[in-house]
């Protein structure tokens, strides 16, 4: 089985008041279509090992504007994989039409399973798996955001020898997977910034379980209130960075971790001459349920 699409590549970033610092984004998002940014990378070797022992089917979970949901069904899709999704949220299952995400992914053959979110909660316990095996017979498993062992294997591979030269290395984080393969695949000269989209404290001990480097470090101030929670602020932020750069950056994830970087700057965090590189990791499939969200709020939208 074949599961490798083209590498990124770096795009240097127009900053404002430059103050001798220079930032380039590694462009995961351009991986491929559907199958974008860590998505792919945390697949990569999971597909591949499904493949070696046979399974047939994928089951994973995900809620409703889930990345890796949709890039789940659809690698599945192109690799010939039976897909199933557990879907935090047993109301969705009548809007599906409705959310851009889940259509996606049923066009792409997933099967759903929506489950009330104090179910969800469940869904790593053994009494779980077990009732989900009795329903839909054998399958590989794949954790929420695609995190595992295999995951980090092929998070690793994001950075190459021509990613050597910088000073930082950013990405956002979300349940501590990509971050981790950069962390260990980093150079001893590089520190690693990772800005997290949720609120907590787990996320430090979470990302020491698959780590035992020390360069590395949570800047926590830009979550924006939590998963999923943005502003008119962010929304600003992203639309011009767009305008600026060409480039379009995800409301959960890439956006927040932008908006990180670029506020460190103008605070005098990085000294002059710093180089940094940061991650694009894909999502933007997310943009379309956001700005339904923000429609509904009369909120400004994405462009």
């Known amino acids: 089985m074949t599961f490798n699409f083209e590498n990124s590549i770096n795009e240097k970033i127009s900053i404002p008041e430059n103050q001798g610092v220079e930032v380039y984004l590694k462009r ?23 493949d070696k022992n046979g399974f047939k089917t994928l089951l994973t979970f995900g809620g409703a504007y889930s990345n890796h949901i949709a890039a789940a ?33 049923q066009q792409n053959g997933m099967q759903f399973k929506f489950v009330s979110r104090e179910a969800y909660r469940e869904k790593a316990s053994e009494v779980f798996i077990e009732n989900l095996k009795a329903e839909f017979g054998n399958f590989y498993l794949i954790p929420e955001g ?22 930082y290395i950013c990405c956002a984080v979300g349940t501590g ?14 520190q690693v910034l990772g800005f997290p989209a949720l609120k907590g404290d787990f996320l430090q001990q979470d990302i020491s379980k698959f780590v035992s480097k020390t360069n590395w470090e949570l800047k926590t101030d830009y979550h924006f209130g939590g998963y999923a929670k943005i502003n008119t602020q962010l929304i600003a932020f992203i639309n011009q960075f767009k305008k600026e750069n060409n480039i379009p950056l ?31 990791t894909g999502g933007l499939q997310g943009i379309d349920g956001m700005n339904m969200v923000l429609k509904k709020k009369n909120l400004p939208l994405i462009l």
């Open 250 to 280: 995800d409301p959960v994830y890439t956006g927040k971790m932008m908006f990180g970087i670029f506020d460190l700057i103008e605070k005098g965090y990085f000294a002059k001459g710093t180089k940094i590189l940061a991650i694009h």
């Open 146 to 167: 695609g995190t595992n062992n295999l995951a980090i294997k092929g998070c690793e591979e994001i950075l190459n020898e021509d990613d050597k030269g910088f000073d």
């Open 28 to 50: 995961e998002d351009k991986i491929h279509a559907f199958v974008s940014g860590n998505k792919y990378r945390k697949l990569k070797y999971n597909l591949l090992e499904a």
């Open 73 to 105: 069904a659809s690698a599945g899709n192109i690799l010939g994989f039976k897909t199933i999704g557990v879907i935090r949220g047993n109301e969705l299952g009548n809007s599906i039409d409705n959310n851009p995400t889940l259509r996606f992914a």
């Open 177 to 190: 997977g990509t971050i981790s393969g950069l962390i260990n695949c980093s150079k001893p000269s590089q």
